[in-house]
């Protein structure tokens, strides 16, 4: 089965992801890993640490001449900011952030040692391992895309259904959103938390064109694949509430508004939809329409004007601490929410036509391919 783990803190040595059950024979480039990297650390709000760090992912295992050859696959993700053994301990946790309920859990008096393991550096391994189920879906058409919906309540209105366009729009923009109205009021709402020390929230969509139908399973809950995305998008340091297709506002509206009507395509020889509310996905399985989630994120909890906390030394009311941090991290997170659904959709993908080597991959896909025209 297609996995992966990860190691490391925020300013430990380094970052490791270790990527195991990825099929052989597939070309391997660092620069196609690090593209993303670089997206990670770019977008509008970011803080100091991004200025600092310049991620590169150095490939350690599981090729030979630049090609999977079967074995795990490991990536190393150097910090360059690595100091853990000179940092202060941290003993006034924040609000929102896992110091507390770390510390607590694992019986210690410093929130070090939990806020280094917790912080969302930690997304720069996850990106890693998503960019390299990126390279693999690539290879079947599938390709992943992550955006901004909106930040600190400004929303993007507009809609885009051609992969190429998204892709173009959305890296022409400092806060990756495909709209350009809705950006420069992103930007400003994105200064004035700056000024006053606070920080911004925000939703991101991600969509997954050329999924084919038949991925997921109604058989058992945890197979459901709408359920797999929800967990692994709210995994995401930050994440608060996911959603699929139309999501929530299905809750608003009768049941003759929202299904997807059926129809079969002669020419094409395969059914379709001409509205897609269910987000590419019914009874936990891929129907062949685009795959739609989003994801909605707190803003960072960590605030240069603190909020009150307690010392957990003393038992005294205190600020809470402060550690260097973003304003608003959203446009990030969209590049870690498309990261995570890659490898997600990667993951069944390969549970369904999954082989040793990317041919034995490739004809069992084409093979269903062929199946499913003639149903």
Known sequence: MLNFTTAGESHGKCLVVIVTGFPAGVHLDESDINADLKRRQGGYGRGGRMQIESDKVCILSGTRKNITIGSPICLQIENKDYKIDILPD???????????????????????????????RETAARVAAGALTKILLAKFDINVLGYVKSIGGVNSKKTIKNPDEIFRNRNK???????????SKMIEKIKKARKEGDSLGGVIEIVAFGVPPGLGSHAQWNLRLDGILAGALMSIQGIKGVEIGLG?????KFGSQVHDEIFYCEDKGSFGRVTNNAG????????GEVVIARAA???IPTLMKPLRSVDIITKKPESASTERSDVCAVPAVSVVGESVMAFEIARCFMEKFGGDSIGEVTRNYEGYLGQIRVI
């Open 297 to 299: 994120m707190k803003p």
């Open 280 to 287: 590419g996905i019914e009874g936990g399985i891929t129907n």
């Open 173 to 183: 923009s400092k806060v990756y959103c495909l709209d350009k109205l809705a950006e």
């Open 90 to 120: 941290v003993t006034r946790p924040r609000p929102g952030h896992a110091d507390l309920p770390g510390i607590i859990k694992f019986g210690n008096r410093d929130a070090r040692n939990i806020l280094e393991r917790a912080s969302a």
């Open 248 to 252: 929530f506002d299905f809750s608003k």
